[in-house]
């Protein structure tokens, strides 16, 4: 059973009200008249710290009572998530320590550092993560605040739904992508909530695809190794997000990474904004008819925007 309800979330959007940005939605003639629906993007690569992450990352951090909040947060990322909590927590006033693999990108560590975080080095893989993270948090006494796999992380994620319902009305469907779970279980929450009869669909890297084997076979399915140019969703899926999702999410699909990058390259052409992989991944979903849309009023949560401008995907490719 899932541990989160809307009535979480509703307190979560208030709370952080005037704190994080209310994103814009932008549509775009060429994908309705390709896709034939109404797309709504709702633009998340325009949040603070550039992606939704600075949604849950305040809500957690302005939950916390006063006597655990002076003890400061500790979290581990390779980018976005820690860029988002320490930001956070500057606005608070309080101490933040980010375990950061040596493999984050520069821009990603330089700008966690920016934003006031003492920063740990760790190894590239999830044990040593985790192993790092326990050691500074016996030191310093901090308050875990986990990417995904903590309630009030994901009700403050959930807040992008309800403000792309309010303000562009009833949907036939809405597609996030798909890593840890955070941002697709807190969507699927509330939108179940709202207008039970919209169809969430998450995207998933077929290269990064636990979540998609999870609600294939029953029961969460972890990956050794995933491979996915779209690094903000190879955590792997989180026990918590996965019984939300598992219990609101309709479907979830699988998009290979060339069609990825390419959704990506579309958008930065034909909406001349700039998105990081992981948010070209319900988009690519769209371009490759993994979904029917025609007719539909159809949400798209674009999810972030920081991306490493000396490695742009396709120079790579």
């Known amino acids: 059973m899932c541990d989160i309800n809307f009535d979480q979330i509703k307190t979560a959007s208030q709370r952080i009200a005037g704190i994080v940005h209310r994103t814009p939605v932008l549509h775009n003639h060429y994908f309705n008249e390709r896709l034939n629906c109404h797309a709504h993007f ?19 951090i302005l939950s916390l009572e006063s006597h655990l909040a002076a003890k400061g947060v500790i979290t581990h990322s390779s980018g976005n998530h820690g860029q988002a909590l320490a ?99 807190g969507i699927a929450i509330a939108i179940s909530a709202i207008c039970a009869d919209v169809k969430v669909v998450g995207v998933e890297p077929a290269g990064a695809d636990d979540a998609f084997q999870s609600m294939k076979a029953g029961t969460k399915v972890a990956i050794e190794q995933p491979q996915t140019v779209a690094d903000g969703l190879l955590p792997s899926l989180g026990n918590l997000p996965y019984r939300c999702i598992e219990r609101h999410v309709d479907q979830i699909v699988t998009v290979t990474d060339d069609a990825i990058v390419d959704a990506m390259r579309t958008i930065w052409q034909r909406m001349k904004i700039v998105i990081e992989p992981s948010a070209a991944v319900p988009v690519a979903a769209l371009i490759t008819n993994k979904i029917e849309v025609a007719n539909k009023r159809v949400g798209i949560i674009l999810t972030g925007g920081n991306i490493d401008l000396d490695k742009l995907p396709w120079v790579q490719a």
Request: glycine share 10%.
């Open 42 to 60: 709702k633009c998340e690569n325009f949040q603070k710290t550039g992606s939704f992450k600075y949604r849950g990352a305040s809500n957690a």
């Open 87 to 185: 930001l956070a927590a500057r606005h608070k006033q309080i101490r933040s320590t980010i375990v950061m693999p040596t493999t984050a990108s520069a821009s990603k560590r330089q700008a966690t550092a920016d934003y006031g975080a003492n920063i740990v080095p760790c190894g590239p893989t999830l044990a040593s993560r985790e192993s790092t993270t326990a050691k500074s948090l016996a030191e310093t006494g901090a308050t875990m605040v986990h990417p995904y796999n903590d309630p009030a992380v994901i009700a403050g994620q959930g807040s992008a739904a309800m403000e792309l319902v309010e303000e562009v009305g009833e949907l036939d469907m809405i597609l996030a992508p798909v890593g840890g779970g955070g941002l697709l279980s």
